[in-house]
């Protein structure tokens, strides 16, 4: 990487020949004056013309070259830095021979008034570059608010633009003469060529001219209107800019940062790289291959006078922000910016805050355009069912929803979990996503997001533990430790489609201290150790192609503890370490046990809190938000957020960590969609220990029922196996507690992998998620069992080896299949639990949940087993056609609606029923609707594929193991539907409809 380039004076050239105008608005600073240099290292022409800094900037004069040609100057060579009110330009020459025009010496001869005016011309500029010397003497000692008067001064010697007018007359009436004239003159053999602001002679080989031919008889040829030429198309203008940080515009890139305590502000940054760095440097986070900022750009601090409220989504009046214009800047180019403190003098390098790529631990930002990359699906692929006539007949086809391109193309082989399952033929591998939802959301309103299933990711720890991929990911320069990244996950994409989730809940990818993530140091930028802004995007897009939810989550109410990028920004605080200290972004915040809270009593700090949540939900397409610790952020500065992410991304799912749990507050007050519910949790696990008979009913009810307060399905999600807090542990295991096994994987909390009775407890609860209200979700590993507890070291990340495994493919044999059913089962999504029967003495609960579907044509009934229902046979054990025929709706059913309902049985105990036929369990049926209709049995967790036996269930093959058929129907007798309930249990029984 080429060396920094050192800062240049006002008015002198910079190391690759351009010039710095400082702001108007920039403080005198004479101790930095510069020893004047020589005539020859000026540059040969420049524009020098007053220039508007925009709505954001006072007006100042400016040299400034766009593209190799300056306006209203000589052309020059390479790009040009403009800043708010001054301009840098670069014509890549770091010296400058004399002043002159190529002669001829019989020029004068052949034409002597071509020669006079090029004369002329020639005395015009060196006047011009007199003026230039005269006034670079005493430049370094004017206040820069009397730049404008230096350019007056240089106006009064020459005019540049008559300059440019009389240099092309020349060059025009030069071509013409020389064209034209027969006699041979000196240098007639070189063909004159202009380049790069110079004049350059090129051999070429020359014969003697024929003599021309007569020319033709003149034709008479109609009168037509003089056509005027075409006016050649200026240099882009300049937008105004509201928003903080580097936002590409088709003229350059402009920079502003808040820093308002700095004395002045330097940007350094680097030009825009070509396209074939571009191409490398979009997936890489290698810091050396990037481009080093070298020119340097003295910022203009904006005016403070007449600030008033910004329109719309422009933020509040921000005094002291800094300001630049960079043109020939551009995506990938890298900056950085150099704040001098106000006090001391000291120059602080430092990353922009709202940087969307950085580098961890170093000083460096790279620019991203979002419009640069090219979404295939913007939005999560889906089908959808609708009616067809064929032959005067309704029927059933499925088509293509929210696109109509395919799944991104990937190689199965890649992915360490089909190759475990031997789902890595291209028949298999064509066939993710497997099914799809019972939901059409263009027609079920706030239902869209009932169909969610959902799979909590830790994008560090998710891959590189024998999956072959140990030797191509990086190491954490702390501890040691693999940390997988960003296109890892995107091979596993096609494995978790396969299980059938919908949604991936990822853990904080902002850029982090730290091992998990909750440690921000940089909040627009992703994670740099996971990938680069391109890595991240392709990860959406290629979710989406498979119908699978991106969700990220956010930590905005601390800093991070330790290399905080904000900490003491322009310089301390000035309000003194007693109230907190931290400089602006901090000053008074307090402290957490994470790290400093933010400023939230600053609007300036509040703005910055409510842009990142729209930036990752538009810039990266994230189809929603999780909010960490939300109840640690002011209520007003919630309101804030919330009511921006609705106004700039109104379909953003928004997730609140609330606590307490009160839906009151995080739903109906702060304005959230869903919340997590923890408390769901520690009562599934005191039943699984099968605790005291008395509140049996009650925590039975909180795992499967709405919790007051809540109003829909939606409104809460679920985690009956543990989230990554309940999962991880940062202490090598030491919070493991024989008493509350809490920091433990599921499995390992209920007896481990080789426990009978733990792994059925775990599929027991995976079905109660999926049966009952609220959004199921699990963290990553519990659908393989993995066992003990998570972190990020290498002996407690996701493994990859046991994938295949016996145990762990009958647990993922069972997720399958209950993801199947509930997606495909709007009453399982919305239907209204309803307790009908409970018996705790023997730990069995009862209930029903039921729904009305206006026209099957409205919804997806048939999506998943369609043209996608190609997978294993345990997936969904009822065969595609016989799922046809029994919920595949009638033509009557299709105009009409009809009402789907489900009968949900769960057996907490080592009691069974239906080794014989008079030793059933009854369900009482009271409903006359539901006593008239037939019932199938669509999914069990003790089935023999899931880890149980073979009849254990209401299938035809638990009647009879030599049976080839599964659907077995059952009609409702004495009002009780007499069903087998096997021990630590869940049985489906599904209404059927065709």
Known sequence: MASPMASPALGRPSASGGRVCRSSHTPRNRNRRSNRKSSDSLPRFGSLQAHSAGSHSGSADAVEHRNGSSRGGHPSSGGSIVSDGGAVSHNGNSSQSDLTLPTHERLREVNPTLWEKQRQLLSDMRALRGAIEKTSATIADLDVGDASSVVAELDTHADPQAIQDALKAVEQELEQELSNTTEHTPGSNDAVAYSNGTYQQEQTTTTTPSPPPPPPPPQMQEQQEPQMPETPAGPPAWVPEHRLGANVQPAGTVFRVWAPNAQSVTLVVSQKPDAELSARLEYSTTVMEYPEPTWR??????????????????????????????????????????????????????????????????????????????????????????????????????????????????????????????????????????????????????????????????????????????????????????????????????????????????????????????????????????????????????????????????????????????????????????????????????????????????????????????????????????????????????HSMVARLREEAPDCFLIAEHNPEDPGVALRDLGFDTMWSLSALRDAESLMNRGDDKTFERKMNSIVDLRKGYGTSNEYITYLLGGHDEVGCRSNGAFHDDTQRHHRHAIDQYGGRDSWHARAKVRLLYAAMVAGNGIPMVFMGAESLQGGFWHTDEAHRFDWGIVGDEESVSMQSCVQAANFVRRMTPALQRGEVKIIHSHPPKGVMVFSRRVWVPCASEETVLTGVAEDAVGRPEAHYIPREDWLNLYGASPENQSNGYEDAVLVVMNLSEFQWGETDDHMYGIPVDNADLRSREWVEVFQTQRKEFGGWKGSGNAADDDDPKEDAVVKRIRVTDGHLKVRVAKWSVHIFRACVG
């Open 297 to 638: 750009i003295v910022m203009e601090r904006e005016p403070e006078e007449g600030l008033h409220e910004g329109e719309g989504n422009a933020p509040p009046p921000h005094a002291g922000c800094w300001c630049a214009r960079v043109s020939d800047v551009g995506h990938l180019s890298t900056y950085l910016f150099e704040v001098e403190e106000k006090h001391s003098g000291k120059k602080l390098r430092r990353r922009d805050p709202w940087a969307r790529q950085t580098f961890q631990g170093i000083a460096l930002n790279v620019v991203i355009d979002p419009g640069v990359y090219a979404w295939s699906h913007a939005h999560p692929r889906d089908t959808n069912v609708v009616t067809t006539s064929a032959n005067g007949g309704a029927s059933l086809a499925v088509q293509r929803r929210a696109s109509d391109i395919p799944p991104y193309s990937f190689d199965a082989n890649a992915s360490a979990g089909l190759r475990a399952l031997g789902d890595n033929s291209s028949a298999q591998a064509a066939a993710v996503p497997w099914f799809g939802d019972a939901n059409d959301p263009s027609t079920s309103g706030s239902d869209a997001n009932t169909s969610m299933v959902m799979y909590q990711m830790h994008l560090g720890s998710f891959t590189g533990h024998n999956d072959g991929r140990e030797d191509f990911i990086q190491r954490h320069a702390g501890t040691g430790d693999l940390v997988s990244n960003l296109r890892h996950a995107r091979e596993e994409l096609p494995y978790l489609a396969r299980m059938g989730f919908n949604t991936i809940q990822l853990l904080p990818t902002p850029e982090f201290t730290g091992l998990w993530g909750y440690n921000p140091v940089m909040f627009f930028a992703p994670h740099s150790a996971y990938g680069t802004p391109r890595d991240l995007k392709d990860f959406v897009d290629s979710a989406h192609s498979l119908g699978i939810r991106v969700i990220a989550d956010l930590a905005l109410h601390h800093g991070a503890a330790k290399d905080n990028s904000l900490w003491d920004y322009d310089g301390p605080s000035e309000r003194g370490d007693q109230n907190g200290g931290g400089g602006v972004y901090f000053e008074g915040g307090g402290g957490t046990p994470w790290g400093r809270a933010f400023a939230f009593w600053k609007h300036e700090v509040v703005h910055f809190l409510t842009a990142v949540g729209p930036a990752w939900a538009k810039e990266y397409n994230i189809d929603g938000l999780r909010f960490d610790s939300i109840h640690n952020v002011p209520r007003d500065v919630v």
